[in-house]
């Protein structure tokens, strides 16, 4: 997230702030054009063909169309998506946020170009906003996985298995569906992957520190509190846990073994190397 941080600074200020209201408002233009002149949603559909023509206001009219047939539980579902909107802007601020949603739409144009041109397929009506609000849903039980909601206004449930479910579903239309189907899917959500990769701690993965955590849990396990035994102990200065209950203690992740050291030692110790 640094890059974003960088930029941040330097064009937070044209930001768009209050951009979930802004999106309801645009689905709410939407549904009245659906209601009062439905022939003119035709000149609205993300279509390379018609753009190729000369139409190029379809790059931007698309967002107006809104993702679901209007009746009562949309009209919850958008209250739904408005709040976690308006959580995740007030979470990353509204720059990031608007980074998140303009990118999921940027890539859903790029995906019907490429479906145009690959497959020869004019996805007008395959792409909309849709996978752009499930990717703000994904972000939001990512950002807040234990955040407990009621599914159905019954069913208590946390956030981050409404996400997996939501994913197997996805991966299940992935591999049932063409190539039209992926490349819908995977465009509209590139923001999030790409989020998701971001905001990840890849160096747990790391085979040196996966081992290293593998042999700190089995020196842990061969202690047996309550017989004289301490679970952690300085390297430098030989303090451990029963010195004072202020103590703190960590593994130095660049001494070659498995070195703990306190608080007043971990940032000034020498680093230990093979041999020494």
Excluded at 117 to 139: E, K, P, Q, R
Excluded at 222 to 236: E, M, N, S
Aim: aromatic share 18%; proline share 3%.
């Amino acid at each position: 997230m640094n890059f974003l941080n960088k930029m941040e600074r330097k064009y937070g200020r044209y930001a768009i702030r209050n951009l979930p209201a802004i999106m309801i408002a645009l689905y709410v233009a939407g549904y009245l054009i659906e209601l009062m002149a439905p022939s003119l949603m035709y000149y609205l559909y993300l279509s390379p063909t018609m753009i190729l023509r000369g139409q190029i206001w379809r790059l931007i009219s698309w967002v107006i169309i809104p993702p679901f047939s209007l009746n009562v539980w949309v009209i919850i579902s958008l209250y739904f998506y408005f709040s976690i909107g308006k959580t995740l802007e007030r979470t990353w601020g509204a720059f990031q946020f608007n980074v998140y949603i303009f990118s999921g739409m940027i890539f859903t144009i790029i995906g019907a170009f490429l479906l145009y041109f690959i497959g020869g397929i004019d996805g007008a009506y395959y792409f909309s906003t849709y996978y752009v609000c499930m990717s703000m849903f994904l972000a939001f039980a990512v950002t807040y996985p234990d955040m407990q909601v009621l599914l159905m206004f019954i069913i208590p449930i946390k956030m981050k298995w409404l996400g997996i479910l939501y994913g197997a579903l996805l991966l299940y239309d992935m591999i049932a569906g063409g190539m039209a189907t992926r490349i819908v899917i995977l465009a509209s959500l590139m923001n999030f992957l790409i989020y998701f990769l971001m905001t990840r701690n890849l160096n747990r993965y790391n085979p040196h520190e996966v081992h290293r955590r593998n042999d700190f849990k089995r020196k842990v396990k061969k202690v047996q509190p309550g017989k004289g035994d301490t679970r952690h102990r300085c390297a430098v200065c030989g303090r451990t846990e029963k010195d004072g209950d202020h103590l703190e203690f960590r593994y130095c992740s660049k001494c070659e073994g498995n070195y703990e050291y306190c608080q007043d030692h971990l940032f000034t110790h020498q680093h230990r190397r093979s041999g020494q």
